[in-house]
Nanobody
């Protein structure tokens, strides 16, 4: 059974930084796509960044160049480094996992990233104050 557990959220002022972690267990496929999503109140869950088993990374245009996704295979932990945070980035942040095809679909189609993932964490709150 795949389990994803996020940590590292909290409250920061605008311009601040946070590093989110997602501990992954029970995922046995060597071909994978891991992603970070966020959902603000009253809005749809949107993709932030994704990373596949071949090392390809994908970013939403709004965060490209600011936030960085990475994976520590030895620790089975996915990270999202958030820098220069903005108040509009206040949201619940979720990590997600699926087979590598999920990332290939992101690359081919873009579209609604969340439709490509089956495994989800419970989410963690990030609040950015102005």
């Amino acid at each position: 059974q795949v389990q994803l557990v996020e940590s590292g959220g909290g409250s920061v002022q605008a311009g601040g930084s946070l590093r989110l972690s997602c501990a992954v267990s029970g995922y046995t496929y060597s071909d994978y796509c891991m992603g970070w999503f966020r959902q603000a109140p009253g809005k749809e869950r949107e993709g932030v960044a994704a990373l596949d088993s071949t090392g390809n990374s994908y970013y939403a245009q709004s965060v490209r160049g600011r936030h960085t996704i990475s994976l520590d295979n030895a620790k089975n932990t996915l990270y999202l480094q958030l820098i220069s945070l903005k108040p509009e980035e206040t949201a619940m942040y979720y990590c997600a996992a699926d087979r590598g095809l999920a990332c290939r679909k992101i690359g081919w189609y873009g579209g609604t990233w969340r439709h490509y993932f089956d495994y989800w964490g419970q989410g963690i709150q990030v609040t950015v104050s102005s």
